[in-house]
């Protein structure tokens, strides 16, 4: 069986645990801001381990936008390279759990337009992308 690593930061780890012990029916939205969220189980890109990691609920079609804001620092959030090195994952949707395989959406209008989903539902990753150098990236979760 592969080893479970649960999130290091304190909030993020409770999320997850609240969210997967009431089989999704708490825990939905992220912290106390009201907004649903996703639970995205994969795996770590240098240990092999399960990782979990909640973000906000994007949909789009039948799959997900993920983005790696990480809040507008510097570098890149640790699940990102993960998601590039191992793209097969499960996302866990309020009471439903899909496995679905990610790809990274290059610059361009498909880009565009899975942002602007995910600013939407999250106005404040237009902050974050304004206050950090990099592209924020951006991931598609679909049906694997």
């Known amino acids: 069986m592969t080893k479970y690593i649960p999130p290091a930061i304190d909030w993020v780890r409770e999320q997850v645990e609240l969210y997967e012990s009431s089989g999704g029916t708490e825990g939905t939205t992220l912290r106390d801001s009201g907004l649903p969220c996703i639970i995205v189980t994969h795996r770590g890109n240098r240990t092999?381990?399960?990782?979990?990691?909640?973000?906000?609920?994007?949909?789009?079609?039948?799959?997900y936008v993920l983005i790696g804001s990480?809040?507008?620092?510097?570098k890149d959030p640790v699940w990102v390279h993960n998601l590039r090195a191992h793209p097969d994952v499960e996302i866990r949707d309020r009471t439903e759990v899909?496995?679905?395989r990610v790809r990274e959406v290059p610059e361009g209008p498909e880009r565009d337009r899975l942002?602007?989903?995910?600013?939407?539902?999250?106005?404040?990753y237009a902050e974050y992308q304004a206050k950090t150098s990099r592209l924020i990236p951006v991931f598609v979760a679909e049906p694997a």
Do not use: N, T
């Open 70 to 74: 990480y809040g507008g620092r510097p």
């Open 115 to 124: 942002w602007s989903a995910g600013v939407e539902a999250f106005p404040p």
């Open 48 to 63: 092999g381990a399960i990782r979990k990691i909640p973000l906000m609920r994007v949909k789009a079609g039948d799959g």
């Open 98 to 100: 899909f496995p679905m």
